[in-house]
């Protein structure tokens, strides 16, 4: 079981300069995909979620096209074959 | 000898030059380019300088980077340099303050930070400890942000001592005399005119610099008034007779002459634009009795302010000022502040400025 991960492009150098990433996980949810993510990435995974834990605030995800934060957040399930994009918002100036 | 000039601005870190003792100066490409550098300091002690940075990646956080070769390659600790313990429950917002400690404390750095925090390092600057004994203080809570932010945004530790005075906004001048383990408010005469009534501890302190030739000696620069202390903090008088307004960001004491000090004053806390559009420096030789001003090389027809962190001065004879506004125009002064000439124009918004002199 895996689930793909989809950087932008300004990430993909703390991913082996790969954009897509594919995550061996057992099912679950977002957060352990991200605690995956950190033990391979740890800097790629610093730049999505904070050391609270939380995902930073310009940070967007989506699952399988839908953005986390009107789902579950964090705790969004994920299943075998699921896509998970992060994207920056549209913020600064 | 190299005079070497780190410029911290909103979108970058640019570095400049200068080979003919501070006459003329060469101006690099963009160094980090996009991120925010709200804190750049260049530390001397070792080999090489060290150029660290307090970065803002924008979308994706804060971070402390590091430069061994003024600037050509980037190093950043793979967990964070700085990174709250998991029970803190806090997340770094913005690093405001990098400070090299003293030639015997060799790797020894220090971070203000926002969240109000201190930090220190002991591996010069690749990662810090959080300083329990301010991060535990029972005021804390209490620490108001000002309207830049809830931060530490100034450090001085005493080379002679284990004493380290820090400043916040608005949380005011707190001294630790153990090396950061006990924390003691030291505001006493610092006017807060945003409260009722002059508090223990709250008020806006802009930022505090140490003079010359007495560690017990300090000038602060408030939001509204300039203050000096003889005895560390432990009573504050106004020294701001003389100046145009007392209102500013910055002030810096010389590194080398007892009673020298500077500052650049904005007309008021609801008016932050020099007076009457002329940006100009004060000086003052006596410790704040009586100012001069100088303006040659500064520009009229002027709005922009210069913050807190964006005045240094470096260690030549004569003292060298540097300064960068908001409008991303850099001045220096190979006079101690009587005359100006242009670094750099049309940078974004300086952030902090921080000069070294390079063998």
């Known amino acids: ?93 | 000898m190299t005079d070497l000039l780190a410029i911290g601005t909103r979108k970058g870190l640019w570095l400049a030059r200068s080979d003919d003792d501070r006459r003329s100066w060469t101006l690099s490409e963009p160094y980090l380019l996009a991120q925010e550098v709200a804190a750049v300091s260049i530390d001397t002690r070792r080999p090489a300088p060290r150029l660290l940075a307090g970065i803002q990646y924008g979308h994706w956080g804060p971070t402390v980077m590091w430069s061994d070769d003024l600037g050509a390659s980037w190093q950043e600790t793979e967990q964070g340099a700085i990174r709250f313990p998991e029970e803190a429950g806090a997340a770094l917002a913005r690093v405001w303050q990098l400070r090299p400690d003293s030639p015997e404390r060799a790797d020894v750095v220090w971070a203000g930070c926002e969240p109000h925090s201190l930090w220190r390092s002991t591996d010069g600057g690749c990662s810090f400890e959080l300083v329990r004994g301010l991060w535990d203080h029972p005021h804390r809570p209490t620490w108001e942000p000002g309207g830049g932010g809830a931060a530490v945004h100034t450090v001085l530790p005493d080379p002679g001592s284990d004493r380290v005075v820090i400043a916040m906004s608005a949380g005011g001048v707190y001294v630790s005399e153990d090396g950061g383990n006990g924390w003691t408010p030291r505001n006493r005469g610092i006017s807060a005119g945003f409260l009722p009534e002059e508090p223990e501890y709250g008020q806006c302190v802009h930022k505090v610099a140490i003079d010359a030739g007495d560690p017990e000696r300090m000038y602060a620069q408030n939001h509204g008034g300039v203050f000096r202390t003889d005895d560390c903090g432990k009573q504050w008088t106004s020294i701001a007779g003389g100046l145009p307004a007392d209102f500013g960001f910055p002030i810096v004491a010389s590194p080398r002459t007892p009673g020298t000090a500077w500052v650049i004053p904005l007309v008021a806390d609801m008016q932050r634009v020099p007076p009457d559009g002329r940006l100009r420096v004060h000086r003052t030789r006596d410790a704040g009795e009586t100012w001069s001003e100088f303006g040659a090389g500064l520009p009229d027809g002027t709005w922009a302010s210069v913050l807190r962190d964006a005045f240094c001065a470096d260690t030549g004879d004569p003292t060298g000022l540097y300064l960068g506004t908001r409008d991303g125009c850099v001045y220096a002064s190979a006079d101690e502040g009587e005359t100006f000439t242009t670094v750099a124009e049309h940078l974004p918004d300086v952030l902090t400025v921080r000069a070294a002199r390079l063998p």
Request: net charge negative; proline share 4%; aromatic share 4%.
């Open chain 1, 1 to 93: 079981m895996s689930v793909q991960v989809v950087l932008p492009g300004v990430l993909a150098d703390l991913a082996g300069g790969h954009r897509k990433l594919e995550v061996p996980l057992g099912g679950g949810t977002l957060a352990d995909l991200l605690d995956a993510l950190a033990a391979d990435h740890p800097m790629l995974a610093r730049r999505i979620r904070d050391e609270t834990g939380q995902l930073r605030r310009f940070v967007n995800v989506y699952v399988d096209g839908d953005d986390v934060r009107f789902e579950r957040g964090l705790d969004t399930t994920l299943r075998d074959g699921t896509q998970v994009q992060v994207l920056p918002s549209i913020a600064g100036g």
